[in-house]
């Protein structure tokens, strides 16, 4: 069965907010709410396909578009490449050119539209900021309030906790302060044993590559609902991840960090290969910062990771 290669957009508004169109009964996966896009035709560029299908669908021209995810589904009756970009800026105003409904929905109430399930990954990409900031090691407990507030003041939108040399329950204690100063701003990410999940409702958790591999056969731990990443280092992880059904990785370490100097280096070339058969995203971590967005992006990345690069250099005393 050929697989058929689609161009697909995330249309996002100035606000935020992004563009869904509802396929028509008579459609595969008909009834279902989906982003705008349509078939790549043969020898077609996937941007060129894009523009005409925005044109076609909803009479708008992209002006300012990247890369964001690639999904491979496989359904019983068909198999689909979605090549997803993520449109910022375009001309005209979206409407049903061929008659479908439209609806500008909240990045957080995604969940709320069925989409079809080749969608879903589209959706967590949709939902997930630029950077990912992990909380440094070694610091007290007011240090690193003192950091996730000024973070958060800085725009970050998706933070772990990370305190590897901290007693469970000095741990235990913070992340309940955390999660409070997260609320409303910012999506939390814990990490420990998951009998804990039930006490942090609000938090999603970001497993090692060592709890990975022990769960990964049993199947996904969390409700589709709550937020669930995978800390990866190369193939078979990432393939032990898309197992778990996660809804993000980091992949790392993409170069040499004073944190890990004993592990090699993945690098840029290395990093784009390993994410072109990864259908979820991915934030690169490792030697990395604010700067590497866009080339994490070409990369085939969510974007980047960071500790150093994304902690605040005023928060310590």
């Given at each position: 069965?050929k697989?058929?290669?689609v161009?697909?957009a ?8 992004v563009?869904l ?21 043969a020898?077609?560029?996937?941007q060129t396909a894009?523009a005409r299908e925005?044109e076609?669908?909803?009479g708008?021209r992209?002006?300012?578009?990247r ?9 019983p009756?068909k198999q689909v ?7 910022s800026?375009?001309a ?6 061929e ?10 109430q995604?969940d709320d539209y069925?989409?079809?399930?080749a ?5 967590a990409a ?5 950077r990912?900031?992990i909380?440094?090691?070694?610091l007290?407990p007011?240090e ?10 800085n ?5 772990q906790?990370?305190a590897?040399?901290m007693f469970?329950?000095?741990y235990?204690?913070?992340a309940?302060?955390v999660?409070g100063?997260?609320?409303?701003r ?8 998951l ?6 409702p609000a ?6 590559s ?5 769960l ?9 609902q709550r ?13 032990l991840?898309?197992?778990l059904e996660?809804?993000?990785?980091t992949?790392s370490p993409?170069?040499?960090t004073?944190?890990?100097p004993e592990?090699p280096p993945?690098?840029w ?5 390993l ?10 971590l ?8 866009e080339?994490?992006?070409q ?5 980047v990771?960071?500790?150093?690069a ?8």
């Amino acid at each position: 069965m050929k697989r058929v290669h689609v161009a697909a957009a995330v249309i996002r508004a100035a606000d935020g907010r992004v563009l869904l169109a509802r396929r028509g009964e008579d459609q595969h996966q008909g009834g279902l709410w989906e982003f705008p896009g349509g078939k790549v035709e043969a020898g077609e560029a996937v941007q060129t396909a894009l523009a005409r299908e925005l044109e076609e669908e909803l009479g708008i021209r992209p002006t300012a578009a990247r890369p964001l995810i690639q999904v491979r589904h496989d359904y019983p009756d068909k198999q689909v490449l979605l090549d997803v970009w993520e449109v910022s800026a375009f001309a005209g105003e979206p409407h049903g050119a061929e008659g479908q409904p439209l609806a500008w929905v909240a990045p957080r109430q995604l969940d709320d539209y069925e989409f079809p399930a080749a969608n879903r990954p589209i959706v967590a990409a949709a939902r997930l900021p630029e950077r990912y900031l992990i909380t440094p090691d070694g610091l007290q407990p007011s240090e690193l309030l003192r950091g996730v507030r000024a973070a958060l003041d800085n725009g970050i939108r998706l933070l772990q906790l990370r305190a590897p040399a901290m007693f469970d329950a000095q741990y235990r204690d913070l992340a309940v302060d955390v999660q409070g100063l997260c609320a409303g701003r910012a999506q939390l990410m814990l990490k420990g044993p998951l009998e804990w999940l039930g006490d942090f409702p609000a938090a999603g958790w970001h497993v090692t590559s060592a709890q990975l591999r022990q769960l990964a056969a049993a199947g996904r731990p969390l409700p589709a609902q709550r937020w669930l990443a995978a800390s990866c280092h190369g193939a078979e992880e990432l393939a032990l991840a898309a197992q778990l059904e996660v809804d993000f990785v980091t992949l790392s370490p993409l170069q040499a960090t004073a944190s890990h100097p004993e592990a090699p280096p993945l690098g840029w070339a290395r990093a784009r290969e390993l994410l072109q058969g990864f259908d979820r995203p991915a934030y690169l971590l490792g030697g990395v910062g604010p700067a590497d967005v866009e080339r994490a992006w070409q990369a085939g990345a969510q974007g980047v990771a960071g500790i150093r690069a994304f902690w605040p250099g005023g928060a310590r005393p």
